[in-house]
Nanobody, 124 residues
Framework: QVQLVESGGGLVQAGGSLRLSCAAS????????MGWFRQAPGKEREFVAA????????LYTDSVKGRFTISRDNAKNTGYLQMNNLQPEDTAVYYC?????????????????WGQGTQVTVSS
């Protein structure tokens, strides 16, 4: 089992920044791919970014490329999502997730463990 706890969400004006953290406990965090997803009201949960166990490979959805950066610190069992130039359309609950899989990382079913989510609200 891997337990994931997100933090760092909040209310920010358009153009602002936030850094989300995902603290992991349980099994060895460094053995897992970490992903970030988000879910806006009335919408399905969507992929945001993922990072492999080594941190050498990252994936992003097109809408956040150049604005968001995913990273991890395996020594601290923590993953991060740095979000810059936030826009109102980024408003959602953000979830971190973990998986031993190395394929289909953009889909929710690939992930075995999920955090409870943290709210990000961007005002215009």
């Amino acid at each position: 089992q891997v337990q994931l706890v997100e933090s760092g969400g909040g209310l920010v004006q358009a153009g602002g920044s936030l850094r989300l953290s995902c603290a992991a406990s349980g099994r060895t965090f460094s053995n897992y791919v970490m992903g970030w997803f988000r879910q806006a009201p009335g919408k399905e949960r969507e992929f945001v970014a993922a990072i492999t166990w080594s941190g050498l490979t990252t994936l992003y959805t097109d809408s956040v490329k150049g604005r968001f950066t995913i990273s991890r610190d395996n020594a601290k069992n923590t993953g991060y999502l740095q979000m810059n130039n936030l826009q109102p359309e980024d408003t959602a609950v953000y979830y971190c997730a973990a998986t031993r899989s190395v394929s289909a990382l953009r889909v929710t079913v690939a992930y075995d463990y999920w955090g409870q989510g943290t709210q990000v609200t961007v005002s215009s």
